[in-house]
């Protein structure tokens, strides 16, 4: 039984930080000429109305998105993120917030495309609608594990894979990993990214451990705690990256302690970067 509806969640500090990545990777894919494909596991409904009820329960946006859409003396690696909110919201309101499709599709060039899973049966319809006559996307409302890997490898050879579930049910963890394992060895060259929520410290410290001992090469962790542990509560997010471009670890070391400065509770969040597998260039 599917509950969970980003609705609720849309422009909180997690989504800050797993869509800020998103676009970082994206952007490092305009580099080359030759097409990328982008595939989100887990699609949600794509783009987000913030005075939509769920929205309004407990307005998490407002401590989230709402605190950096508009600065304007922030680091220039936060635009290629704050561009595509801005593009979503042309005028001077915070309207709308865009979900992983709607960020990634603002990346696409035309020999670019997409896959978008979503089980839910209102949110992929509402993602279809979203993206309807649109060529380079494509919707499937299907498990997004096995549509994972149906798709691999994409004919393009490059390009990024989004795994983003809701942890709704208990053995997510394990699905997610699993996946990640059966796709990196399908396509080893691609970029994968995972987000993870993180409540206490034992069950992140645990979730790490079996990532490391999956041994992909290259994966990089980010993580943004906005508050210290605090019980039941959505204390802060990480992403699992694989395969990163060259250099993203340095921008993304510049740029958590901006998202901590600007997002964390009462100066007590946090962040961290680090390697499981892979070298760290020197400093
Ligand atoms: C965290 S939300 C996705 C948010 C979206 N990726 C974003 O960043 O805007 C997780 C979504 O996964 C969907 N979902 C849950 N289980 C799924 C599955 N097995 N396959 C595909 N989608 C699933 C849920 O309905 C929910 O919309």
Redesign the pocket.
């Known amino acids: 039984m599917?509950s969970?509806?980003?609705g609720f969640?849309?422009g909180n500090h997690a989504?800050v930080l797993?869509?800020l990545t998103l676009s970082l990777l994206l952007q490092s894919l305009l580099k080359k000429e030759k097409p990328f494909f982008f595939m989100?596991?887990?699609?949600?409904?794509?783009r987000y109305a913030l005075n939509a009820e769920w929205a309004i329960k407990n307005r998490e946006f407002e401590s989230g998105i709402g605190r950096i859409w508009q600065r304007s003396s922030l680091p220039k690696g936060l635009s290629p993120y704050l561009d595509a909110v801005r593009t979503t919201n042309p005028s001077s309101q915070l309207r709308w917030y865009p979900?992983?499709?709607r960020?990634a599709r603002h990346f696409l060039r035309p020999q670019d495309r997409m896959v978008l899973?979503?089980?839910?049966p209102k949110?992929s319809l509402e993602l279809a609608r979203e993206f309807e006559g649109d060529r380079q996307v494509k919707v499937e409302a299907?498990?997004?594990?096995q549509?994972l890997k149906a798709h691999l490898p994409p004919k393009e050879r490059r390009g990024l894979i989004?795994i983003?579930?809701?942890y709704?049910?208990k053995d997510e963890r394990r699905r997610v990993l699993e996946a990640l394992l059966d796709a990196t060895r399908r396509w080893p060259t691609g970029i994968f990214a995972v987000?993870y929520p993180i409540q206490d410290g034992a069950t992140r410290d645990e979730f790490l451990k079996r990532v490391e001992k999956l041994k992909i090469p290259k994966t990089m962790v980010v993580e943004l705690m906005v508050r210290p542990e605090e019980a039941f509560r959505l204390n802060g997010s990480g992403m699992i990256l694989i395969n990163p471009p060259w250099q993203l670890d340095q921008e993304l070391s510049l740029l958590l302690p901006i998202l901590v400065d600007h997002l964390g509770e009462g100066g007590q969040g946090s962040s961290q970067l680090q390697w499981l597998h892979g070298e760290l260039p020197a400093p």
């Open positions: 599917l969970y509806r980003h969640h849309a989504d797993k869509h989100d596991t887990h699609g949600g409904a794509g979900g992983s499709p960020i899973a979503e089980l839910h949110e299907l498990d997004g594990y549509s989004h983003d579930p809701a709704e049910v987000w």
